[in-house]
Structures are given as C-alpha cells and as structure tokens.
C-alpha cells in the first residue's frame, strides 16, 4: 500500500472520530433535553430534513455541551443535525459558518481525563518535533467501559433498540461509525467473536426513521446522527 493512500486512510479515519466526537455532544444535549428536532408536521419530513430547536438553553455545566448550545441558540434560522455536525467539525465550505467549530475537542477531552486521572501528560520527540500525548495510566476506566460494550452486544442484548439504554445504543453506533467498536471486542474468545457479528449486522440494518418514531422526543436527535452519518 502506498504512503498517499495510508495518509489518505488515517485521514478518513481521523475525520470520523472527529465527526462521532461531535455527533456525541449532539446527543447528549438532546438526553438532557436541551434540544430536540422541530416536529414533523402532518407531512412528515425525515429526520435529515427536521430542524434542530434549542429547548433550554440553561448551562449544562460542561464547556463543550455549553459552547455547542451556544451556537446553535444564536443561529436563526436553526440548523439540521447534519449541517450542525459540519459545522463543529469545521467541515463545511461556508466560511460564515467557520465560526462555529468546536476546536481541539479531542484534546481537550484528554485534559479533563488527566484531571481525573485516567491519563497522564508526556511528551515524546519524533525526531524534528515534540508531541504531548496522553498515555492510559488507569486501566479499570478502560476495561469497565470495554466490558460495557462486550456486554451490550453479548449477554444484555435485548434484540431491540428502543428498550436499550440510550448511552449505551449512542456508544455503540458512534463508536461502529468511528471505526474503533472492533477494538472492544479483540480480546474475545473465538466463540463469543462470532456470536458478535450477526448482533451488529442486526443493529446496523434498523429502520432508522421507525426507531426515531418510537423513541420519541427524547431519541429523536440521536437517531438523526444516525442518519446523518449513515447517508
């Protein structure tokens, strides 16, 4: 394989990681109920065609669910889901909208895991430059949340997205559209590996706009980036 077309690959890969970051904060603004989509009318427009309406603007108390809800309680006339994860990715060709960027999410989401200390801070030198990376220093927030997808997908599958919990049905999708899920389950037995395959199969085949329906306002949004990242 070629240099150009690894380049090109990590690239895609790292714009879907940055692109599921925020289509993560979109969600979870839409669980606590700060925003939702205009309703769909009596001529009911798919989920990529509704716009995102800010609900309660109250501060959540996290700087990037904050500063993203700020953005959008300023735009008028308001957004669809997919513009908006344009938009905080810096992925459009609207200069005017440029504005609008999350920036460094990733690494600032490492800083508040320092704090927390799940990661620590070092710097490593590749030859021309030095790099601050973020090396894992506490292994159990790592494995609770790997057993938490291996669980979801193996013995708490409920062969039904609307009676799964939210989070987990969000970190489950978002993490498949990122191209990291398959990291969860490596360590598998063989046998537990294969009974994975057709539960995902199954989970990347829902009707996406009849989920959205039965999930109601609360699940409207997460089915939506759904969509968005889907199309």
């Not at 030095?130 to 708490?156: E, F, G, I, S």
Request: glycine letters at 4%; proline letters at 3%.
């Amino acid at each position: 394989m070629s240099d150009s077309v690894m380049v090109a690959m990590r690239r895609m890969r790292e714009l879907s990681e940055v692109e599921s970051l925020r289509g993560c904060i979109l969600i979870e603004l839409g669980l606590r109920g700060r925003i939702e989509l205009e309703k769909a009318g009596m001529r009911r427009k798919s989920l990529l065609n509704r716009k995102v309406i800010v609900r309660n603007d109250k501060p959540t108390g996290d700087v990037l669910l904050d500063e993203a809800l700020k953005h959008m309680k300023e735009t008028n006339p308001p957004e669809t889901v997919q513009s908006w994860i344009e938009y905080l990715s810096g992925e459009t060709w609207n200069p005017l909208k440029l504005r609008y960027q999350l920036k460094n999410v990733r690494e600032r989401l490492a800083k508040n895991l320092v704090e927390k200390g799940v990661l620590t801070t070092e710097k490593q030198n590749f030859l021309l430059f030095d790099m601050t990376t973020h090396p894992l220093t506490d292994n159990t927030a790592k494995n609770r949340l790997v057993k938490k997808v291996q669980d979801a997908v193996l013995c708490r599958w409920v062969n039904d997205p609307h009676r799964m919990d939210k989070r987990t049905l969000a970190l489950l999708l978002l993490a498949s559209a990122a191209d990291v899920l398959e990291n969860a389950f490596a360590p598998l037995s063989d046998e537990d590996y294969e009974v994975r395959q057709p539960v995902l199969e199954e989970l990347s085949e829902v009707e996406i706009e009849s989920e959205a329906v039965r999930s109601g306002n609360s699940g409207e949004v997460l089915w939506a980036v759904v969509a968005a990242f889907a199309k």
